[in-house]
């Protein structure tokens, strides 16, 4: 790893580095007028985020200005990547401390945060995120994520000049994402704490005793250091689990907690809101619930509305069961499906193989991916709607068409969250909730028209229609970037095929000709791909799933359950057979 002083620089950049740092800190002052420590604050992180801009900037070598971060990127902490081979059993130790120390995490909530008012900005993802609300996984997987996304945006839009088949490429690929998802977990964090993670007095008045005038800032910085704590510890958890134990940490974190979510949506006994069950407070579990109705009903009040509240309306209806069961066979025979196309040894005659290609190319990444996007969609909206600095943004501050959200007082007398769009751009990308959000509004619009929030049944159908296309036109893009990153393309199979001495019967032994014929497949198995697994994630929030797990979380955890069972079946193959484990790489 090259050392800062080996790396060629211009120092010309730093001037008007300089310069511009220090006409931003003039503007904050002049602005908000801060406190001294407030102001002191604010230049650590300006100062921060310009020392990355410089070292970016000012590489001055014949490769990528990505270089230029080594300084930082081989100084992260990170996680030591095993020497030859770890057994089967170590693996799985791993993952299931890593699994036990995130259900862990998930209870430990933020010091000094009135849980009372916590507003969670990303309450329609909280499946995909992975994270629990008011917690240390507050943020959960969210900057991990986002960092990707941008990661290969840049290396889509060919803004990023890596070649990710070179290692010293590839490594410094990965130690810049490392960079981004630590900037991204501040840029989620900070606004946490102006009015959705509200400190309590409590903690603010043993701040102002030893800093009269600071207790807010620093009640909030300790909120913010808690945050960016719990999500560095989660990046560093996906490391271990992805080094020493099996498949990837975020995908085990995202089936953990849409699991749990859907054990409860099925058998919970409790009801939705405080209170004894009754007739408006059924039993919030799907079994539960409908036991509860059978039992307490006669058949006449059933046929007059009950067989309604169990089969389709909220919380939990049979409807939702049955979704998620379908969910479930839907990914699994997609799983399964594949073209193989057939392979043969150029010196070895007889040794024949296939390469599969899967239905589901691209796995499930592009619905994360695009499942994050609309989350940050989402909190922009609301920090432009209800932050007190950002609604005096121009032209997008306070603006009901960016995404109008209702007042507490609105909120509470109509049972609905803070972070609930009733308007706007917001409305239209939001996840639906099941069958509340759009049929039954159309066949009943008098009992379930305010689940549209003043809409007409006709705007909810377009709200369906917007989210549907959002989600299946997103995830086809992500799949065509995720396939260039992650050398997954038909160029990068070919040399892949090559190395092995395979060939295509009847083909020349060509990486052209390998790769003309892999063109003819993997561009469209990759659009159909995204498509699918779109249209199945935005599907299932159409009809609604158990426990609130959205469509998304559901199609992730089948499919995670699925890969993990087949990695670890794999594992146990090479760990019988050390000459299997040498030829697929699993030892050195």
Do not use: C
Not at 381 to 388: A, E, G, R, Y
């Amino acid at each position: 790893m090259a050392e800062d002083d080996e790396i060629p620089r211009n120092p010309r950049w730093a001037v008007p580095l300089i310069v511009i740092g220090i006409i931003l800190l003039s503007l904050v002052w002049f602005w908000d007028r801060p406190t001294i420590l407030g102001l002191s604050l604010i230049g650590i992180a300006t100062a921060a985020i310009l020392a990355l801009v410089y070292l970016g900037v000012s590489y001055d070598g014949p490769k990528s200005k990505l270089y230029g971060l080594k300084p930082v990127t081989s100084r992260m902490p990170a996680v030591t990547q095993p020497k030859g081979h770890v057994h089967f059993r170590t693996k799985m130790f791993w993952v299931i401390f890593i699994l036990l120390l995130y259900f862990v995490l998930t209870n430990i909530y933020l010091f000094g945060v009135d849980q009372q008012t916590v507003i969670d900005l990303f309450a329609s993802y909280r499946a995909i995120l992975a994270g629990a609300q008011g917690t240390l996984m507050h943020l959960g997987i969210g900057p991990i994520v986002t960092g990707s996304i941008i990661m290969q945006l840049f290396t889509g839009a060919k803004i990023i000049g890596l070649d990710l088949t070179d290692d010293e490429d590839k490594g410094t690929y990965q130690g810049t994402q490392k960079v981004v998802v630590v900037a991204m977990i501040f840029i989620e964090a900070v606004p946490q704490v102006f009015g959705y993670l509200t400190p309590s007095t409590s903690i603010v008045g043993s701040f102002n005793a030893v800093s009269p005038g600071n207790g807010l800032l620093l009640a909030n910085s300790v909120i913010v250091g808690q945050l960016v704590l719990g999500s560095y510890l989660v990046f560093l958890m996906d490391e271990v689990v992805s080094k020493w134990g099996i498949g990837s940490g975020i995908s085990l974190f995202i089936a953990a907690g849409v699991s749990q979510q859907i054990i409860q949506g099925t058998l919970n006994w409790l009801p939705s809101n405080a209170g004894p069950v009754s007739y408006n407070n059924p039993p919030s579990g799907t079994i539960p619930k409908t036991l509860w109705y059978l039992t307490h009903w006669s058949a006449s009040q059933m046929a007059g509305g009950g067989w309604e509240k169990v089969l389709l309306a909220p919380p939990n209806p049979v409807v939702a069961l049955v979704g998620t069961a379908a969910i479930f066979i839907m990914v699994a025979w997609t799983e399964s499906t594949r073209i193989e196309l057939p392979l043969s040894h150029a010196e070895a005659r007889g040794a024949r193989g296939r390469y599969p290609l899967r239905l589901i190319y691209a796995s499930n990444i592009p619905v994360i991916l695009m499942s994050a996007l609309l989350a940050n969609v989402s909190m922009v909206t609301i920090l432009l709607w209800s932050n007190p600095t950002l609604a005096h943004f121009p032209l997008l501050g306070h603006q009901w068409w960016v995404g109008m959200y209702p007042t507490a007082t609105y909120a509470q007398a109509n049972n609905i969250s803070q972070t609930q769009p009733l308007a706007g751009g917001a409305f239209y990308l939001s996840t639906p909730n099941g069958l509340e959000s759009w049929l039954l509004p159309i066949l009943n619009y008098q009992a379930y028209g305010s689940f549209l929030f003043g809409h007409q049944w006709w705007q909810g159908l377009v709200h369906v229609g917007v989210y549907f296309v959002a989600m299946v036109v997103g995830s086809i893009l992500f799949a065509k970037f995720w396939i260039q990153t992650t050398n997954m393309g038909p160029e990068a199979v070919a040399r892949q095929i090559e190395a092995t001495g395979m060939q295509i019967p009847g083909f020349r032994r060509e990486p052209r000709v390998l790769r003309r014929v892999l063109e003819r497949y993997i561009p469209v198995i990759t659009v159909i791909s995204g498509a699918s697994v779109g249209a199945l994630a935005a599907g299932a929030d159409l009809i609604g799933t158990l426990g609130q797990a959205s469509g998304t979380g559901v199609l992730l955890t089948v499919g995670i359950v699925i890969n993990l069972y087949e990695a670890m079946g794999r594992e146990q193959l090479m760990e019988m057979n050390p000459l299997l484990r040498r030829f697929l790489g699993g030892e050195a």
